[in-house]
C-alpha cells in the first residue's frame, strides 16, 4: 500500500526515543528515535554492521538475552516505555513478534504443533485450532501446501516453507507488529518472492518492520524506509521517509549514495 | 525529515533496566540479616536450643516473609520463581556432599601437613612417631614417577587411535571404537591383575613400571576417548583447504589437523592423569609400596600416594591415620589442581 505525501500517517503505537545498545563497553547503537506508521511495512536498510539488526532487537526486548547487554532511551508500545520496571517482557513479546534470518521451526514438533506452539508455550488458551492453523497458514502462504501433511515433521519442509512456517507460527499469538530480521537471506529467489507477496499481504492487517541490506527488496517490499549508517562507532541513522522519496530524491547525500549502490 | 523521525539523541548512558535495580537487592539483603538478628534475639529470649533452634526460628520468619511477597506476584511470576528456587536447591543439594567431603578431609589433613611432610620419607620413622617427623616425599615421587611413564606410553597411543578413527577411518574403526569403549569400563583390580600375571610375573619383580602399565590400561581408554571426539570436532573444510593445496594425508594430520586440536588432546591427556592419579587397587599386584625413596623404576616395589593412604590406613594408629588424612588431602588437591587447568585450556582450541 502507498501513502501519498498529504495523508496524515496513522501510527502503529511503536516508537523509540533516543534507543542507544551496548554490547559490554562497546557502543553499536547511538540513540534513534523513530515512529513506526500502522499497517505499512518499514524498512532498516544500511550496510553490514551498522547496528539494524541490534535496534531491532531493542524493539521486543531479545536485546538483552545477550550477556553484557545494556541499553538507553525509550523504546514505547502505546505510549508505555516497554523497559520500565515491572513490565512484563514476555507479554511485550506477544504484541511484538519476531521471524528470524535462519528458518527455526521446532524440530521436536509436527507442523501442525508448530504453528500453534506460541499459544501452547504462552499458557493460552487454544479455542479452535482448525481454524487457527487455517487462519495463519492461509495468511503465511502455505496452506495449500501442507493441508494435507500437517502432521509431518516441521523440518521435512524446504527452506522457503520452513520460513513461511516461522511467519504461520509468529501470527498464531496474534501480535500488531511483525519485526523480521533478513527473513530472505538465507533464501533463493524464488522462495524469497513467495515471502515478499506474503510481507505484502501481512501489512493490510499488521505492522511489520524488515532488515534487509538488500536494497532491491527494500524498494519492492517497504512502504516506508530508514537508512541507518556507521562511521566506525555506533550505528545511527541518517534519514527515514517514504520509500518512494528515499529512492527518487533523498535528502542526504549518503542516502542517494546508498540507494544508487555506490557503497554497501 | 519527514513526520516518522523525531530528534536523533547522540549521548547517554548505558543501563540494564532489566535487571533487578541494586535497591531492591540491597533491601532484600539488609531484610534478611534483620531476621538473622531477629532470629537470635528471639532464641536468647527464649531459650530455643541453640544453632538448631536459631535456624528454625531464621527459617519460619524467611518463609513468611517469603510467603507473603510471593502472593504480591502474578500467577506465572510465581510459578516462573517456584521453578527457579527447585531447581537451586536441587542444585545446592547435590553439591553439599561434595563439599562436605572436601571439608572433612580438609580438617583431618591439615594437622599432618608439616614441611617435612613434602620432603621426607619413612625409612627411619615408624608410622607412629610424631607428625614432624617422617613425611610422603617418596609417595609424591612415586606417584609423579608411575604417571609419567604411563602418560608416555598411553597419550601417544590414544592420540593414535583417536586419529585412526577420525582421520584414517580404516575398516577396524568399528572395532578400535568398541574395544576402547569397553576398556573404560574394565575395573581397576582386573587391569593389576592383568599386568601382574603378565609382566610381573616374566620380570620376577614388581616395579614401578609395572604399575605404570596397570595404569596406562585404565588411562589408554579415556586418552582415546577424549582424542576421538575432538578431533571430530574440527571442520571438514580445513581438511579440504590442506589437501586442496596438495598435502598428503599424513602431513595434513600432523600440521594442520592435530595442531588444530592442541589444547583439546592436553586436556584429553590431563583427564586421563587425573583418572588414574588415585587408583589403589591396579597398584596392589603391581607396585606394592615402599617406605623409602626408590629411584629405579624397572626393579623393586615403588611407593605411591595411594598406596601410602592404605598401608596408613590399616596400621590404624592415631598418628598413622592423621598422615593418612593428609595424604588424601594432598591427593585431592592435585586432582582439583588438574582439573583447573584442563577446564582453561581446554576452551582455548582455534577453529
Redesign the interface.
Known amino acids: 500500500m502507498t501513502t501519498t505525501i498529504e495523508e496524515p500517517?496513522q501510527f502503529a503505537g511503536l516508537e523509540t526515543?533516543?534507543a542507544?545498545a551496548?554490547f559490554g563497553n562497546h557502543?553499536a547503537l547511538?540513540?534513534?528515535?523513530?515512529?513506526?506508521?500502522a499497517r505499512s511495512v518499514?524498512g532498516l536498510i544500511g550496510p553490514s554492521g551498522c547496528g539494524k539488526s541490534t535496534y531491532l532487537r531493542l524493539l521486543n526486548?531479545m536485546h538483552?538475552f545477550i550477556p553484557g547487554?545494556?541499553?538507553?532511551?525509550e523504546v514505547r508500545l502505546h505510549g508505555n516505555d516497554i523497559?520500565?520496571?515491572g513490565v512484563?517482557?514476555?507479554s511485550i513479546r506477544l504484541k511484538v513478534g519476531m521471524v528470524f534470518q535462519k528458518p527455526n521451526p521446532f524440530p521436536a514438533m509436527t507442523i501442525a504443533e508448530n504453528v500453534l506452539s506460541g499459544l501452547k508455550l504462552a499458557?493460552l488458551k487454544i479455542e479452535n485450532p482448525d481454524d487457527i492453523l487455517e487462519r495463519c497458514l492461509t495468511q503465511a502462504g502455505l496452506w495449500k501446501e501442507v493441508k494435507d501433511r500437517l502432521g509431518n515433521a516441521g523440518g521435512s519442509l524446504s527452506g522457503g516453507q520452513q520460513q513461511r512456517l516461522c511467519i504461520a507460527r509468529s501470527l498464531a499469538v496474534e501480535p500488531e507488529v511483525l519485526l523480521m530480521d533478513e527473513p530472505c537471506s538465507a533464501l533463493d529467489p524464488g522462495s524469497t518472492l513467495r515471502i515478499e507477496e506474503t510481507i505484502k499481504d501481512l501489512a493490510q492487517r499488521i505492522t511489520i518492520v524488515i532488515v534487509t541490506h538488500n536494497m532491491q527488496q527494500a524498494s519492492r517490499v517497504s512502504d516506508?524506509c530508514?537508512f541507518f549508517l556507521t562511521d566506525g562507532g555506533p550505528g545511527?541513522?541518517v534519514?527515514?521517509?517514504?520509500t518512494r522519496?528515499m529512492f527518487t530524491s533523498p535528502?542526504d547525500e549518503r542516502t542517494a549514495d546508498y540507494v544508487q549502490g555506490k557503497f554497501g | 525529515m519527514s513526520d516518522i523521525v523525531a530528534e536523533q539523541v547522540a549521548e547517554a548512558t548505558p543501563t540494564q533496566p532489566w535487571l533487578r535495580p541494586q535497591s531492591a537487592i540491597r533491601r532484600d539483603i539488609a531484610t534478611f540479616v534483620g531476621l538473622a538478628v531477629l532470629a537470635y534475639g528471639i532464641v536468647l529470649f527464649t531459650g530455643f536450643a541453640r544453632v538448631d533452634g536459631w535456624l528454625i526460628v531464621f527459617f519460619c520468619l524467611s518463609f513468611g516473609l517469603i510467603f507473603r511477597r510471593a502472593r504480591m506476584m502474578s500467577q506465572k511470576d510465581r510459578r516462573n520463581a517456584l521453578v527457579q528456587v527447585v531447581i537451586v536447591a536441587a542444585a545446592v543439594v547435590a553439591f553439599l556432599p561434595w563439599m562436605s567431603i572436601l571439608a572433612s578431609v580438609a580438617a583431618k589433613g591439615v594437622t599432618a601437613l608439616r614441611p617435612n611432610f613434602f620432603f621426607r620419607d619413612m625409612r627411619t620413622t615408624t608410622p607412629d612417631d610424631e607428625l614432624t617427623l617422617g613425611g610422603a616425599a617418596h609417595a609424591l615421587l612415586g606417584t609423579f614417577t608411575m604417571v609419567i611413564i604411563a602418560t608416555i606410553i598411553t597419550l601417544p597411543l590414544g592420540i593414535l587411535s583417536g586419529v585412526y578413527v577420525t582421520e584414517i577411518r580404516g575398516r577396524l574403526t568399528k572395532l578400535v571404537r568398541f574395544v576402547v569403549q569397553s576398556m573404560s569400563g574394565v575395573p581397576s583390580i582386573v587391569a593389576g591383575l592383568f599386568i601382574y600375571t603378565t609382566y610381573v610375573n616374566a620380570t620376577n619383580t614388581f616395579s614401578a613400571l609395572a604399575g605404570s602399565l596397570a595404569l596406562g590400561v585404565l588411562m589408554l581408554p579415556t586418552v582415546a576417548r577424549t582424542s576421538e571426539e575432538v578431533l571430530k570436532l574440527v571442520p571438514e573444510d580445513i581438511r579440504g583447504a590442506s589437501y586442496a593445496l596438495g598435502s598428503r594425508q599424513w602431513r595434513t594430520i600432523l600440521y594442520v589437523v592435530l595442531p588444530t586440536v592442541r589444547s583439546g588432546l592436553t586436556t584429553a591427556a590431563i583427564l586421563g592423569v587425573a583418572r588414574v592419579i588415585g587408583e589403589t587397587a591396579p597398584l596392589l599386584l603391581t607396585s606394592l609400596s615402599n617406605t623409602s625413596f626408590v629411584f629405579n623404576p624397572v626393579k623393586g616395589p615403588m611407593a605411591s600416594m595411594p598406596m601410602y593412604v592404605f598401608g596408613l590406613l590399616q596400621i590404624g594408629t592415631e598418628y598413622a591415620i592423621a598422615r593418612a588424612w593428609a595424604g588424601s588431602l594432598v591427593l585431592l588437591l592435585i586432582v582439583f589442581a588438574l582439573f583447573v587447568v584442563a577446564r582453561k585450556l581446554g576452551g582455548k582450541d582455534r577453529r
Do not use: N
Open positions: 500517517v526515543a533516543g542507544h551496548w557502543h547511538a540513540g534513534v528515535s523513530l515512529k513506526f506508521p518499514t526486548r538483552e547487554a545494556a541499553m538507553a532511551g523497559y520500565a520496571q512484563d517482557a514476555a499458557h516506508y530508514a545511527y541513522l534519514e527515514a521517509d517514504v522519496k535528502k
